[in-house]
């Protein structure tokens, strides 16, 4: 699995924008009532982020993803969730990034990179992700869910 790396920025989640698909089904009935069912346990989440990366931080930005074969495989990044910042398995939906840049100055370029990540739903204790973000200041461990 890989792992967000802790030198580069948090993503940023305007407005806290994770968005879950319904996992309920609605059908009308012939006699005017409706029959409800869940689909599914879990209703997949999307999360809109928008990372700011300066000079090298977006060439080792463009490695991870690389590595990470396009966003097309899951690897693990923080995110708000709620009230607080966890470690979640996501992926770049359509491996698709909107890079612009914002600002250029003597010390190089400011890109904002904006993403729509699928997000697993379920979060479980890992020690690989307590030992890979330990030293983060925003990681507390993650509880099982």
Known sequence: MNFY???????LQSGYSIKRAPSV???SMTDGSV???RMRKYAP??????ISLQGE??????????????GASWFVMPLLMGTKIEPRKVR????KTNENLQFRSDGGALWQVALTLDVDEVTTQSDEWDEFYSSA?????????
């Open 92 to 95: 770049i939906q359509s491996g």
């Open 35 to 37: 029959f409800q069912r």
């Open 137 to 145: 200041p925003w990681f507390e461990g993650v509880e099982n869910g």
């Open 45 to 50: 989440m999307t999360a809109n982020v928008t």
């Open 5 to 11: 790396p802790l030198d580069l920025p948090l993503p």
């Open 25 to 27: 089904i609605r059908t």
């Open 57 to 70: 931080r977006k060439a080792e930005f463009d490695k991870f993803i690389a590595k990470c074969e396009d």
